[in-house]
């Protein structure tokens, strides 16, 4: 059976170096759950710690209310694709999938019925026995995928499952293995670093930084009211501008360096007069109107289905390291485009935006969770 | 146009080369072996007689059963052995390591023979743990002369072989494949048996196989310890040697049947290994892990046991060749007397060994880098030929080997009998497999563009061979040649057959000084010899940057 994953105060050290100061997350039962981060942030390590390939060093991993860190690997139930699918080389397909049910002592019929219908599941009926040597990438994928849910795991974890493969293949697979998810409804925690595929992929996603999670919650969440500018710029990506909050009889207006000032009715009430803020504005949330940011256009690129313009604002400050700003045009509403070198006004939807402490820790739009 | 012709001729003029000599020195020699092994000794004609004697006489056919009874034992003992510290160093932490590993590769390429000379100098009749035993213990230590004797010795050697190989194959498992075992709920022992071991079991078969030829075609350890145990190579040799002439045929007779069964083995593991044969590329090899328990101190013991049993030899060599002696008998005293004696006597063995060795390399190296560049580069029926000739070394014992030569080489219109040629083409032809299998491997990772990159830039493809794919061989090339080196100054069972009182090597003075009971002198060229080897090996370690050599 499925079950939820708790993990409480966890801490995992190499030597001296500490890579997880102290993770706390709850993966509800039946989840497609993604750990989403930068290379290097832990998010291998966590699975591996959940899979029990790696010791932990304080605080308790709990399947449902049962403690699983003495529970060496091999006893926790548990499915695991890896980056490299790690198919058994000496084993035909069938053999590679019979391994865990051979294991679970499965009679013969019945292990050849599941074995049957998990092909058929993962579409690779015909390549039964085949040896892997002669599977393309996504076949060998499919197998793994077939070979870890095959036995029923109480969680299902997965590696950078789609890094392998090429771009088009890993949005096939990308989809077959959600409809796989659901279909089974197992407790799945997914590594990757590729927000794009965080995003089409998860129920839930937690975005990691440094070993420390810094939001947890539904992609649309995430993407639209991320809860640091990390986040905001992680996750798709975000135009940084600085800005001051202006209160004027309890109205809330936010003014940038140019002079140009919106109203701001989403801002929480913690936001004080005159408060120095990061202001983050999607490339899409911008239109262009006859005010806003006074901005120049640097270069413009053609993608098909839209147009991204890279622009410079001729009075406001961006923030720190970003060199322009994005812009972008979807082809399908607009009528005008612009050239290298035109001078326009920007209108960032307040609706949309997002507004940051200075120090870029906290969202000040009412009600963003980081918790979610 | 003009480029591609010139590129045509010279590789032809190669492969023509090539096949020309291989037909010289190793079809023809091998046909001749056949040949005289259906000659009547005194008629000259046809006969099936030769067979016919070994199989009814008991004396002979009991070799054929002895050599077997050795080979197998040694063979399951060093795969048992070898396989087990393999696995046992590749999974835990085990202090001093690379220095056992170096023990172990020392061990494998001295020369067997100077094991069992040093085995006897300790547990023999006369030796010092016998008398040890005796005097201050009362005990009788068993004969270890014999049956016993050779597997020890054989067996001390040869899991080398297997511990090398098997390292290497465990080192290719990528740790996912095992997690991923685990994953699925297999324990710890489970994993062993469905995974790791079907893993290696190609590995295993190639070692295996290897010891199995190893162990089979040994002349110098069963001559020395065996005693009355006679096995098919000093049947062989002693029916060729002892009563000149007449007996060639029937030691020819000999020959082809352990050919013959050699090559049954050979095709035997090349059929079983295509057959399982995959491919493993590891992205993260294991990691050794800590020790705990009564395990970690049994494995210690066991590991740093064996290696210091295999290493005896060289201690006993090295210890009692700075001993004075009395007639045959060691005293207490040390002297360097065996040196004087060696360098007055036999200085020119040595001379030999490093002059032909050095002639030999070279041959080889170049030998070794044109065909495995004609066999993976420009295939065709020729070079696939040639292809497989060169694996016939593997298959042919060594006094095999030199019977064929000196039955091919001794009459018109090709004398080379008595000759250091002879002794050079033997040891290319026993040799050259290595440089040639590692410039093989070091071929199939360059890539072609390589080459199609220079001469897109103006430079013809000889020379492109020579200034751009030679280089970037040259590393495989030279592991390989290493062992080819090492193996030729220490090689017995063919020179000891084809040497004359102006070709002797160091191996075969080492040998005939031990027949005759010289055991300083003996001890004072085994030395020399092991601290050659020692030598090539750390220069070896240090211009490759590697610890380990590849077999
Ligand atoms: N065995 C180890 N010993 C020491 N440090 C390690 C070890 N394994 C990982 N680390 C360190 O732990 C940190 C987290 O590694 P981890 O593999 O979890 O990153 P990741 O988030 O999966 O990155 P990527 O996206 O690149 O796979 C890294 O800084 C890494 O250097
Ligand atoms: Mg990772």
């Known amino acids: 059976m499925s079950v939820s994953i708790n993990i409480e105060n966890v801490i995992k050290k190499y030597d001296r170096t500490i890579i997880i100061p102290n993770l706390s997350l709850k993966i509800e039962n039946g989840e497609l759950f993604t750990l989403l981060g930068p290379s290097g942030c832990g998010k291998t390590t966590l699975l591996r710690m959940i899979a029990g390939f790696t010791s932990i060093e304080g605080g308790v991993i ?79 994928q499919r197998v793994a995928l077939a070979r870890a849910i095959v036995i029923h795991p109480s969680v299902l974890l997965m590696d950078e499952p789609l890094s392998n493969l090429d771009a088009k293949l890993r949005i096939e697979m990308r989809s077959a293995i959600r409809d796989i998810q659901k279909e089974i409804g197992i407790t799945t925690v997914y590594v990757t670093h590729d927000q794009e595929e965080a995003l089409a992929i998860s129920d839930r996603i937690a975005v990691i930084k440094d070993g420390i999670i810094q939001q947890v919650g539904k992609p649309k969440d995430i993407y639209t009211r991320p809860s640091n500018v990390f986040v905001s710029t992680f996750v798709g990506s975000s135009n940084l501008l600085w800005g001051i909050v202006k209160i004027d009889n309890g109205i809330k207006r936010l003014l940038f360096d140019d002079g140009f000032s919106i109203q701001m009715n989403k801002l929480s009430d913690e936001v004080k007069d005159n408060q120095r803020v990061i202001v983050s504005i999607r490339p899409e949330e911008f239109s262009v109107k006859d005010s806003g940011i006074k901005v120049k256009i640097k270069t413009s690129t053609f993608f098909g289905r839209y147009i991204n313009y890279q622009i410079i604002p001729i009075e406001s400050k961006i923030v720190n390291n970003q060199h322009y700003l994005e812009f972008t045009q979807d082809l399908g509403h607009v009528h005008e485009f612009f050239n290298e070198g035109d001078v326009i006004y920007l209108f ?16 000040l739009i009412r009600d963003v969770k980081k918790n979610g | 146009m003009d480029k591609g012709k010139l590129k045509f001729d010279f590789w032809t003029i190669i492969t023509i080369l090539i096949a020309s000599l291989f037909t010289v020195f190793l079809i023809y020699p091998l046909f001749s072996l056949f040949a005289s092994s259906f000659k009547d000794p005194l008629t000259g004609a046809f006969t099936f007689n030769n067979f016919i004697r070994f199989f009814s006489k008991k004396y002979y056919y009991q070799g054929l059963i002895n050599s077997f009874l050795v080979t197998t034992s040694v063979t399951i003992l060093a ?10 160093m590749n999974t835990y932490k085990i202090k001093g390591k690379n220095f056992l590993e170096i023990l172990i590769i020392i061990s494998m390429l001295s020369p067997p023979f100077i094991g069992a000379y040093s085995w006897i100098l300790l ?25 016993v004797g050779i597997v ?48 290696i079991l190609p590995t295993l078969l190639a070692g295996g196989l290897l010891v199995f030829m190893n162990a089979l075609g040994d002349f110098g350890t069963p001559m020395l310890i065996g005693e009355g145990f006679i096995v098919m190579p000093v049947l062989i040799y002693s029916e060729f040697v002892s009563e000149v002439g007449g007996e060639a045929n029937f030691a020819a007779a000999l020959s082809t049947i352990m050919v013959l069964i050699t090559l049954l083995l050979f095709i035997g593991q090349k059929y079983i290994i295509n057959k ?100 993976t580069r420009k295939r065709n029926i020729l070079t696939s030929v040639i292809d497989t000739i060169s694996m016939i070394p593997y298959i042919i014992p060594g006094s095999v080997l030199g019977i064929m030569l000196l039955l091919a080489f001794n009459k018109k219109p090709l ?57 970037m061989m040259l590393p495989g090339v030279f592991s390989g040649a290493i062992l080819s080196w090492i193996t030729v100054i220490n090689e017995l069972s063919a020179s000891v057959i084809l040497y004359t009182a102006n070709t002797r090597t160091m191996s075969v003075s080492i040998y005939s000084e031990v027949i005759r009971a010289s055991y300083g002198t003996a001890a004072a060229l085994s030395t020399i010899l092991t601290l050659t080897t020692i030598i090539s090996l750390l220069i070896f370690f240090k211009l490759s940057g590697k610890k380990e050599i590849s077999m």
Do not use: W
Not at chain 1, 125 to 139: A, N, V
Not at chain 2, 79 to 88: E, K, P, R, T
């Open chain 1, 62 to 140: 709990k399947f449902d209310d049962k403690v699983i860190n003495h529970i060496p690997a091999h006893k926790r139930n548990i499915g695991m694709v890896f980056q490299n699918y790690a198919i058994f080389p000496h084993m035909t397909v069938k053999q590679n999938i019979e391994y865990g049910l051979k294991l679970r002592k499965i009679p013969k019929d019945e292990m050849s019925r599941k074995v049957d219908e998990i092909l058929k599941l993962v579409k690779m009926e015909s390549f039964k026995d085949r040896l892997p040597e002669r599977l393309s990438g996504g076949q060998q």
């Open chain 1, 348 to 363: 960032p939807n307040p609706e949309k935006i997002n507004v940051f402490t200075e120090d870029g820790e906290k969202n």
């Open chain 2, 79 to 88: 795969i048992l052995i070898g396989s087990s510290i393999a696995y046992i």
């Open chain 2, 123 to 147: 547990c023999g009749r006369n030796g010092i743990i016998t008398r040890f035993f005796l005097n201050y213990l009362g005990i009788k230590l068993p004969p270890i002369y014999g049956f």
């Open chain 2, 152 to 199: 020890l010795v054989l067996t001390l050697r040869l899991y080398t072989f297997i511990y090398l190989y098997v390292s290497g194959a465990l080192k290719k498992i990528d740790v996912s494949l095992i997690e991923a075992a685990e994953s699925l709920g297999s324990s710890p022992s489970k994993k062993v048996f469905t995974i790791v071991f079907p893993l």
């Open chain 2, 276 to 375: 399982k044969s995959f491919t493993m590329n590891s992205l993260r090899s294991m990691q050794p892990k800590e020790f705990k328990g009564l395990i970690g101190v049994f494995s210690y013991i066991f590991i740093y046991l064996v290696v210091f049993l295999s290493i005896i030899p060289h201690i006993t060599v090295i210890y009692t060749s700075l001993l004075n002696t009395r007639g045959q008998i060691f005293t207490n005293e040390f002297s360097i007397k065996s040196y004087k004696l060696v360098f007055q006597k036999l200085g020119q063995a040595i001379t030999n060994t490093y002059l032909y060795g050095f002639l030999a390399i070279v041959i080889i190296v170049f030998l070794g880098m044109f065909i495995a560049y004609i066999s």
């Open chain 2, 415 to 471: 004398i080379l009998s008595g000759t250091s040629i002879i002794m050079i083409i033997a040891f290319v032809i026993r040799r050259l497999p290595y440089t040639l299998r590692s410039s093989a491997a070091i071929l199939y990772q360059i890539s072609e563009s390589m080459e199609e990159a220079s001469i897109s830039l103006g430079c013809s493809p000889v020379k492109t061979f020579f200034k751009i794919t030679a280089v």
